[in-house]
């Protein structure tokens, strides 16, 4: 299995809702990361989690929370929304962070609208 | 921090002809340069990478060549075709870890 899933692919959320947003993948990878990329833009980094542990936030709003449950899944809540947060939130992964391997694999992305 | 900037934005070239895209960066450290393919609605997918050891590296009818010394690398797609039509994002980082992407260029493949 050489992909990265994530669900779901549509997601409307008001202001108020709380909301999770799942990534999977069974290629061993031990780095997974959130990229946010809004419109004609490009992947902006959020998130990078290697070995299960945060390992790099790019200084983002605490009302993005993510979390590692095992090596093959990533979750992002979302709790308290802006709609400028509306955007493509894509995730990836690679064998490792320490650039061994630097592929990025990325999933085909959620597309988030905050209303 | 790293930056990389991108050129050019846009970018029309006949079938069967080459495309040049072109990306600086500024960080000296940087050691990893993937090229991302996008397509309308899909997901970036790699296409080639180069680490800064290696001056140039091909895949068919891609290659990337990477001048350290003036800290810029460039993609070349030769005898395009409809399929390449895509927006293309460079990028660069240390050790891979943080990817910072150049703003993108179009590509329009004409028939």
């Known amino acids: 299995d050489t992909e990265v899933t994530q669900t779901p692919k549509h997601l409307v959320m008001g202001m108020t809702n709380k909301k999770s947003l799942k990534c999977e993948q069974h290629?061993?990878?031990?780095?997974m990361y959130w990229y946010k990329q809004k419109a004609k833009k490009p992947p902006e980094l959020m998130f990078v989690y290697s070995y299960e542990k945060l390992s790099i936030n790019e200084s983002v709003p605490s009302r993005f929370s993510p979390e590692c449950p095992n090596s093959s899944l990533l979750n992002l809540h979302l709790h308290a929304l802006q709609p400028e947060d509306s955007a493509l939130y894509l995730c990836a992964s690679s064998q490792d962070s320490f650039g061994r391997d630097g592929e990025q694999y990325f999933g085909p992305g959620t597309r988030l609208t905050v209303t | 921090g790293e930056n990389v900037e991108q050129h050019p934005s846009t970018l029309s070239v006949q079938e069967g002809d080459s495309a040049v895209i072109k990306c600086t960066y500024s960080?000296?450290?940087?050691?990893?340069f993937p090229w991302y393919k996008q397509e309308l609605g899909k997901r970036p997918q790699l296409i080639i990478d180069?680490?800064?050891?290696?001056g140039e590296k091909k895949d068919q009818r891609i290659a990337v060549t990477l001048n350290k010394t003036a800290k810029h690398f460039s993609l070349h797609i030769t005898e395009t075709q409809p399929e390449d039509s895509a927006v293309y994002f460079c990028a660069a980082s240390r050790q891979a870890q943080k990817l910072v992407f150049g703003q993108g260029t179009r590509l329009t493949i004409n028939p």
């Open positions: 960080d000296s450290a940087s050691n990893y």
């Open positions: 180069i680490r800064s050891n290696v």
């Open positions: 290629m061993g990878h031990r780095a």
